[in-house]
């Protein structure tokens, strides 16, 4: 059972992860653009803005994202509130791997909100025609593709912290479970030397 549960938390982080990478990069391939078009009743330009797809991806991708974390964090306790892990090099992978995961998940949630806030605003104001030259607010390249490179990043760490985690939970688990048994055993071996005493005394 726990095989299969550890298998299946690693595809849904997975699918989440690369449903959410698609998503920014069609947001970077959707951006919006905009273009000065004249006035046709007066002397004055304004800005023609296209598509705003990418302001949908770059925030579906954004809560995909957020959901993947949510579980990983979630199955493993956040790593600092669940049971104590055993002391080795799986627990030191798993600290590394921690903060690799929420520092490329910062970083990735970043770029996604900023770029769809970015492409969101679109410039309202008019410029004169034949005057100054009207700048149309766009999303700058890049934005998005840092966000879906980020999320990548993001996939590998919250995998191999995930994977870090259960191995160092596993072991100490293993570890305590062995601990009792020796117990048990030397309990049971300190029983039978009482009785084989009690019964010689009476004898």
């Known amino acids: 059972m726990a095989v299969s549960a550890s298998v299946s938390i690693i595809a849904v982080i997975t699918s989440l992860h690369l449903i959410a990478f698609v998503l920014a990069v069609g947001a970077e391939r959707r ?4 273009k000065v078009t004249a006035d046709e009743y007066d002397e004055k330009t304004y800005c023609v803005y296209g598509t705003d797809a990418s302001t949908a991806y770059g925030l579906a991708a954004f809560g995909l994202l957020l959901i993947s974390q949510t579980v990983v964090n979630g199955v493993t306790k956040c790593f600092c509130f669940g049971k104590g892990l055993m002391v ?4 030191a992978c798993a600290v590394f791997f921690f903060v690799f995961s929420w520092v490329s998940f910062l970083g990735a949630e970043a770029c996604l909100l900023a770029g ?6 679109h410039t309202k104001y008019r410029g004169i025609f034949r005057g100054q030259d009207l700048s149309c607010a766009t999303l700058r ?21 995930y994977w870090a985690h259960s191995k160092a939970d596993t072991g100490g688990w293993e570890k305590h479970q062995n601990e009792g048994l020796g117990m048990t055993s030397s309990n049971i071996a300190d029983d039978r030397h009482q009785q084989r005493t009690s019964e010689f005394e009476k004898v």
């Open 31 to 34: 951006r919006s653009t905009a």
């Open 88 to 91: 080795g090099g799986s627990t």
């Open 116 to 121: 769809s806030a970015r492409n969101a605003y």
């Open 141 to 161: 390249k890049g934005v998005f593709a840092a966000g879906a490179a980020l999320t990548l990043l993001s996939m590998l760490g919250s995998i191999l912290y």
